[in-house]
Structures are given as structure tokens and as C-alpha cells.
């Protein structure tokens, strides 16, 4: 695949509570080797300005990972909430179900949709509320976290909301702000990738990090030494920060160095396990073969 972009984002996000988040962090760069760059360094992200950044301010031919799970588990029981009749057919209409039962919560939070009566029986959340229909153990997960967890990850499942590992509620918010990118930024491989222009796909942040050396253990960096390393190893120049750097912010940072490194690759928008199935429903994590 010849190089379709010209820059490359990546967004590692959050779904805590709260208008503004120190766990939001924006990093691009242009085609070329020159050190990404954090996007309003010193800022602190509310979810609605990523929203507002990725509708009116991102460059074009943008590739832009955000570190999310762009869908919930479906193919293991062809149903996101089996037993319920009005459980979503499709990846876009569980967006929309998400949006439209939290229009009432701000900042593109998520209570009224986990609070439902009938979808809480498939999370567990705070308090040891595990619904009847969780499923035990460690939770469901789509095809593409299998992939993950057989490179070495240990990726979580979108239906569990507990941990500080969890990135339940991120997924969940983040498919408040995907459905309302509806018509402007496509999200692969949800939609077909376009011969030109942006495009949205899913990161894990230690895929990339895993390619720059890290071992999926110690992939989180919090010191700019660190960090220069990492993206020397991705064929990118060094940061001229200094000191200390919180694990947001670095991988940031290292995932859009990533995205340019290998986003021409054609087998990571073919890998083995993605079916037309798959990416209706599922999606499919970018850099998981």
C-alpha cells in the first residue's frame, strides 16, 4: 500500500467522570521523520473539544487512531445483548442507541446507558453490581481482542467497568463521539476505507509500543529518555522535551510515530481474522493481525 496519508493523530482517551481530563492527550505528525507533536501542550481535553478538533480543526488526509474500543463483543453470541429484543444490529446503530439514551449526560458521559435496565445485565460495574448476564470470568470479546491477546496484550473486556485497567467506559463514550463524526470523518472498518481524504481507526496503545520494543509488560513510559528511545526505534527524531512525561502524553506520542510508520502497510487493513461481518458489527483494532 503507497503512503495515502500526509499526517498522522493519535488520541488516547477517557471515559472518567468529569467534564475536563488529565487522561486525554492529542499528538500528530506529518510524513517525514520529524518528532510528533502534542496537540494544545499543557491543556487539559474535555471529550466535546476532541469531538469539536476532529470536526473542524484536523488537517486533511489525517490517519487518526483513538485508543478505544469502537464496538462491543457480538460475534461470539451474534447479538451485543443477547435476549433483549431491541438489542443494536450493527456497530452504527449501537452508537446511536448510546447517544440517544445518554442526551441527557453531559461531556459525553455514559451513566444512563450502563444504568439501563436491560443492557446493565450484560456489565459489571462498581459496588459488585455484575448483571446476570455478564458472563463471569474476565467478560466477552470481539474477534479483534483475541487477535490482541495472541501478540501478548492483555486486553479487557468492554463490558467490564471495573478496574483501573478498564477501558469499558472509554469505549462506551467514545462511541458517543463516533456516531456524532457520522457523515464527516469515517471509522474503519466500520466504513469501507476511501480512496482519499481522513479517516478514524482504533488504536491499542501497546501494539505500538510493542513495536517500538517494549514488551506489553513495561509498555507504559513516564520518562522522556524513554520516550526519545521509543520513537528513534520508529524511525522518528527525538522530543526536545525534558524530564518526566505522564503515560498519556507518551503514548500519544509514540502511537502517531507508529501510525506513520506503518500505516502503509497492507496487511494491517487485511488482517487474517476481519470479516464483513466482523467490521459491520465488531470493528476491528488497527496494528492487530
Known amino acids: 500500500m503507497t503512503e495515502r496519508f500526509q499526517h498522522y493523530a493519535a488520541i488516547d482517551w477517557s471515559g472518567a467522570v468529569g467534564e475536563r481530563h488529565k487522561g486525554i492527550a492529542v499528538a500528530i505528525c506529518a510524513t517525514g521523520d520529524a518528532a510528533p507533536e502534542l496537540v494544545r501542550p499543557g491543556h487539559r481535553w ?89 458472563g463471569g470470568g474476565r467478560g466477552r470479546f470481539r474477534v479483534a481482542e483475541t487477535a490482541q491477546q495472541a501478540m501478548g496484550c492483555k486486553p479487557y473486556s468492554n463490558f467490564n467497568l471495573v478496574g483501573a485497567a478498564q477501558v469499558g467506559k472509554s469505549s462506551l463514550s467514545g462511541m458517543r463521539l463516533l456516531h456524532r463524526l457520522a ?20 488504536i491499542y496503545t501497546t501494539i505500538a509500543a510493542m513495536a517500538a520494543g517494549r514488551r506489553p509488560e513495561r509498555s507504559k513510559i513516564r520518562t522522556v529518555e524513554e520516550l526519545n528511545r521509543a520513537l528513534a526505534a520508529l524511525g522518528s527524531r527525538r522530543v526536545a522535551y525534558e524530564g518526566a512525561i505522564d503515560d498519556h502524553k507518551s503514548d500519544a506520542l509514540i502511537t502517531a510515530a507508529w501510525l506513520r510508520r506503518d500505516a502503509h502497510r497492507a496487511e494491517l487493513w487485511n488482517p487474517r481474522g476481519l470479516t464483513s461481518e466482523i467490521a459491520r458489527t465488531e470493528g476491528w483494532t488497527f496494528g492487530a493481525e
Do not use: N
Open 183 to 202: 457523515g464527516r470523518l469515517p471509522v474503519w472498518p466500520i466504513h469501507p476505507l476511501p480512496e482519499r481524504g481522513s479517516v478514524l481507526v482504533e
Open 46 to 134: 474535555s471529550r466535546p473539544e476532541v469531538l469539536q478538533w476532529l470536526t473542524e480543526d484536523l488537517p486533511a488526509d489525517t490517519l487518526v487512531g483513538m485508543d478505544l474500543g469502537i464496538s462491543l463483543a457480538f460475534a461470539d453470541r451474534s447479538s451485543f445483548f443477547p435476549g433483549w429484543t431491541d438489542s443494536p444490529a450493527d456497530a452504527r446503530t449501537l452508537w446511536a442507541l448510546i447517544d440517544r439514551t445518554c442526551a441527557d449526560d453531559p461531556h459525553l458521559s455514559v451513566s444512563s446507558f450502563v444504568d439501563h435496565a436491560e443492557i446493565a445485565r450484560h456489565f459489571r460495574r462498581h459496588g459488585g453490581r455484575e448483571g446476570d448476564l455478564f
